[in-house]
């Protein structure tokens, strides 16, 4: 069973770095059958997607992050991580990390969510 | 990107058929049938419905059914029961190799 599950700290001043890892348990991070995606969503709004990782190391990110958004892979701990930088307000949301495949592009497992507020 | 649209809520009663629809572009939605819905309960993580436009995972309820024309997809819920009352999202991939979600739909179970 796939298991994604987000990790960090959930509160974030504004201007500092937004870091959160996502473990990754019943498949490999490495596999070349799949990609590794963050989603967000703000308080009371919808789902917005952050930018996905390949094995390879490849990226695609959301344009409308301005590109202050960097996800990475860890092999070693079967781990993704997210990085936003120069955080305000506006990035408070509830993070998502999730999987989709390289042969059918829906989201098939999902992280459990993890809120992170930016204040002072 | 723009967000794909999606009506802001959707109510029924139970054991009708409701329909959601979800409006993208010729870079998503018409373009490709990546085209995917998920139901989302309060606190929870989104649970894949639908995929590929039209179909549905194992372990969800044929009551789910999907379709799309030109540049709008629909999820059709028949026999609306009480559990059905949550937030629907559409997904699609894009020709970007991007990805872009609609704003939700709350669906209220009168």
């Known amino acids: 069973q796939v298991q994604l599950q987000e990790s960090g700290p959930g509160l974030v001043r504004p201007s500092q770095t937004l870091s959160l890892t996502c473990t990754v348990s019943g498949d490999s991070i490495s596999s070349a059958d799949f990609y590794w995606s963050w989603i967000r969503q703000h308080p009371g709004k919808g789902l917005e997607w952050i930018g996905y990782i390949y094995y390879s190391g490849s990226t695609y990110y959301n344009p409308s992050l301005k590109s202050r958004d960097t996800i990475s892979l860890d092999t070693s701990k079967n781990q993704f991580s997210l990085k936003l930088r120069s955080v305000t307000a506006a990035d408070t949301a509830v993070y998502y990390c999730?999987?989709?495949?390289?042969?059918?592009?829906?989201?098939?497992?999902w992280g459990q969510g993890f809120l992170v507020t930016v204040s002072s | 990107q723009s967000a794909l649209t999606q009506p802001a809520s959707v109510s029924g009663s139970p054991g009708q058929s409701i329909t959601f629809s979800c409006t993208g572009t010729g870079s998503d939605v018409a373009g490709l049938n990546y085209l995917s819905w998920y139901q989302q309960h309060p606190g929870k993580a989104p649970k894949l419905m639908i995929y590929d436009v039209t179909n549905r995972p194992s372990g969800v309820s044929n009551r789910f059914s999907g379709s799309k024309s030109a540049n709008t997809a629909s999820l059709t819920i028949s026999g609306l029961q009480a559990e059905d009352e949550a937030d629907y999202y559409c997904?699609?991939?894009?020709?970007?190799?991007?990805?872009?979600f609609g704003g939700g739909t709350k669906l209220t179970v009168l």
């Open positions: 999730a999987r989709f495949s390289t042969i059918s592009w829906y989201f098939d497992y």
């Open positions: 997904s699609s991939y894009t020709t970007s190799s991007t990805w872009v």
